[in-house]
DNA sequence: CAAAAACGGTTGCATTTGCAACAAAGGAGA
DNA sequence: TCTCCTTTGTTGCAAATGCAACCGTTTTTG
């Protein structure tokens, strides 16, 4: 466990905590790890939980399967990201969503209700821990905000190019690895895969990005938008 | 003020505190209303926030406008609901978007940095306020994600009737009266405002909707859906 | 009351998309 | 190495969508 300390401190869950708290307070709150192989499901529709989980290694889907069988990727969370922060909280029961190892990951789980409960005197964190919480619900809120607005782009086009920039501004690198292969780009963005592929293909004809497997490097600066329509 | 209590006490962030408390916790959160106009600005994109806001009359939009123009309509909230109620929380400055009044309202806000601080010892409430705080952050997430799902589908004709099926869910009522106008509506479903009113007149034609004005009436249950597609 | 603005529906047309089927390329395992 | 399976790209085609323009109706406003 010491191992992931480094990591753990800097999660939102934990900001403002002293590594050498964070140990102590793992245990107030149940943690246990979780080794998932690619393809692992975590949790399923319709299950009943109780706790949180946070990335310790590898990657996770949040996923929703639609009636007629149409995929949608809700979300997707790498190292140190907590996920299924708002059931517990919101009072739900039946998680509306499966989530999913994406490759080989291991999961650390806590406890919601330790956590936003006090527990005893000697546990002075749990104030800091419960504004943390509220954070981490606050900032997911806004990602989601940001999710929405990138599904609400009228054209395929729009969607990747809205979504490669995104994902340079945070990365700050101009070369991405996005957590993708097509298939689950084409969920994330809620488009047709080979609809997909083919806007792609011209957009790397036309010079504006260029892309091998699933590292994309995009040739147009947001500022250049107004010509990339 | 005491006109609103009624109400104040159903919403979320009130929630297991008596009627009488709520009165004086309304001045502990430095609590002051406002009237809008239809139409009048609540706060504007870049702005800087530190209240949430309640709406104890009328109807709110939040916002937001694409470079080229185009406009979406994030959520849209009436009387109880409450909204910006993640800005604070999430450490941002400046919000990314802006609230309007899409009808004469009247709204409450509240000093955000007051409902998460501990204040005094006389304020016992605070705790269960902190509490409810979290739990309206953590609702709003699942609503955005069922957002998200919405505009995840992939024609007009779907994402109307998802978002019927969902108003009339939450109404209990078959004949459910929209908040928006067309136009309104097509910046919701983030879609073209003629290419929906082509859509719409086709499912009245089949015999599926019925329309008068922004009341709409659904002759199809979500279990039939198999036959509407 | 009259003019102006807002609203909702319609239509033609070019483009985009979804869908299905297939082909090429790459990887994993025997 | 060969085979099988997964991944990615391609293509034809019908259907859906965005866009722009226009029109009639309703609502607002001076």
């Known amino acids: 466990m010491e191992k992931y300390l480094p990591l753990l401190k800097k999660t939102a869950l934990f900001e403002e905590l002293r590594e050498e708290d964070i140990g102590s307070m793992l245990k107030c709150l149940n943690a246990y790890q979780k080794e998932y192989k690619e393809g692992g499901m975590i949790w399923g529709e319709g299950e009943t939980v109780g706790s949180v989980g ?8 949040v996923v929703r399967e639609d009636v007629h069988g149409s995929r949608i990727i809700l979300t997707e969370w790498g190292p140190g990201n907590l996920f299924a922060e708002a059931f517990a909280p919101a009072g739900i029961k039946e998680i509306p969503v499966s989530v999913f190892a994406s490759v080989k990951s291991r999961i ?19 104030s ?18 940001q999710r929405i ?14 979504y490669f920039w995104a994902e340079q501004k945070s990365s700050k690198r101009t070369r991405i690895a996005l957590p993708f292969n097509r298939n689950e780009l084409a969920d994330y963005l809620c488009v047709d895969r080979s609809a997909m592929s083919r806007v ?25 938008s107004g010509t990339a329509f």
């Not at 789980?109 to 000697?122: E, V």
């Not at 395929?156 to 809205?162: F, G, M």
């Not at 590292?215 to 147009?220: G, Q």
């Open 54 to 61: 946070i990335v310790l290694e590898g990657r996770v889907q």
């Open 108 to 126: 650390l789980f806590l406890d919601f209700g330790r956590i936003i409960t006090q527990c005893s005197a000697h546990c002075v964190f749990h």
């Open 128 to 145: 800091q821990l419960i504004r943390n919480m509220m954070r981490v619900i606050a900032r997911k809120n806004l990602i989601l905000n």
């Open 149 to 162: 607005e990138l599904l609400g782009k009228r054209s395929i086009r729009e969607k990747l190019l809205s």
């Open 200 to 224: 792609l293909g011209q957009m790397r004809r036309e010079g504006i990005v260029s892309f091998k497997k699933n590292v994309f490097e995009l040739h147009l600066k947001e500022a250049d």
